[in-house]
């Protein structure tokens, strides 16, 4: 157990940063080399490479597969090694009408074969063992650490919009709710171009709005400390947003999409929105400078996800 892999065909992911540790896994990020999608067989390839190189190299008791995509999981599957999928929604879950992940060609046998899968919540874990009632699943949300800055205060009317313009995010509300809101200043670390040559034109028309593209973490967590409220949206049910997590990790007040999970998990601290453009104004117009003290729901949310922790070590060991 104490030569794990975890393995992320992605540049960087934070819900990967922090359970990597806890899954005493060292961790491997492998970002792009290409942005267009017609390119991603090639850019399979050399992730798959890559992964290869390194499994052999550090010769892991168990990797652990980020998915999607789920060919993350192909490397120790070839190199026959014991492995873990860390499952996003999309594995189960049709998001923004994209088929899931657990549909496509050869993602039913890597499900199957792995020693067990994590999901992040129960909603999706009900969801998954309908479709995959032999599996071993483990539920283990997003382990939070707590984020800290040398900001000395909180800046008015400065919204952190924590985003990746996915297909489950309402972009075209936010833009028009943007648009309400002038004299407020939202700053974005998505990237414009996954958007449509329309709503990328919009955007460019918001004179408010600050695009940063990708940040180093030191820089992220400063924004993130320094805003007056961190916004994650979603349109579907049963996601559970990093975003609203980081909020919580950082003492951030939370404005969130209402979904039942989402009230479950986040309602009794953040300000909950339906994907309008008339409630997302009112809750941005309403807000006000707050000092929050988030301690106490991380000490019992991280109490959870270590017990879970422990049980899928445990299990993997009598494995």
């Excluded at 998001?95 to 890597?110: H, T």
């Excluded at 009112?282 to 106490?296: P, T, W």
């Amino acid at each position: 157990m104490d030569r794990a892999l975890f393995i992320v065909w992605k540049r960087y992911q934070r819900r990967a940063e922090v359970l990597a540790p806890r899954l005493r896994s060292e961790i491997l990020f492998i970002p792009h080399i290409f942005r267009r999608k017609l390119c991603r067989p090639i850019d399979y390839l050399y992730k798959l490479l890559v992964s290869c190189y390194t499994a052999i190299k550090q010769k892991p008791t168990f990797i652990v597969a980020q998915a999607p995509p789920l060919y993350s999981a192909v490397v120790a599957w070839l190199l026959r090694i014991p492995y873990v999928i860390d499952a996003h929604n999309p594995v189960f879950q049709n998001v923004g009408g994209k088929i899931a992940w657990g549909k496509l060609p050869l993602s039913d046998r890597l499900l199957k074969n792995a020693a067990a899968v994590i999901v992040h919540n129960h909603g999706i874990l009900a969801l998954a063992k309908q479709d995959y009632p032999d599996i071993t699943f483990f539920n283990i949300p997003d382990p939070l650490e707590a984020i800290e800055s040398y900001q000395a205060k909180r800046i008015e009317r400065q919204i952190f919009v924590i985003c990746s313009f996915d297909p489950d995010e309402p972009v075209e509300m936010l833009l028009d709710s943007m648009a309400q809101l002038p004299d407020h200043t939202f700053i974005l670390t998505a990237d414009a171009l996954k958007l449509p040559q329309a709503l990328q034109m919009k955007l460019q028309g918001l004179q408010n709005v600050r695009m940063t593209g990708f940040l180093p973490i030191q820089e992220y967590h400063a924004l993130l400390c320094s805003s007056a409220a961190a916004l994650v949206l979603t349109t579907q049910d049963l996601i559970q947003p990093s975003g609203a997590c980081e909020a919580l990790s950082s003492n951030t007040p939370l404005i969130v999409s209402n979904t039942p999970l989402i009230q479950e998990i986040f309602g009794e601290w953040a300000i909950l929105v339906d994907n309008s453009v008339s409630s997302m104004v009112d809750a941005i117009e309403q807000l006000k400078i707050c000092d929050l003290d988030l301690s106490h729901y991380r000490i019992a949310w991280n109490q959870l996800v270590d017990r879970e922790i422990e049980k899928m070590l445990n299990f993997l060991r009598l494995d």
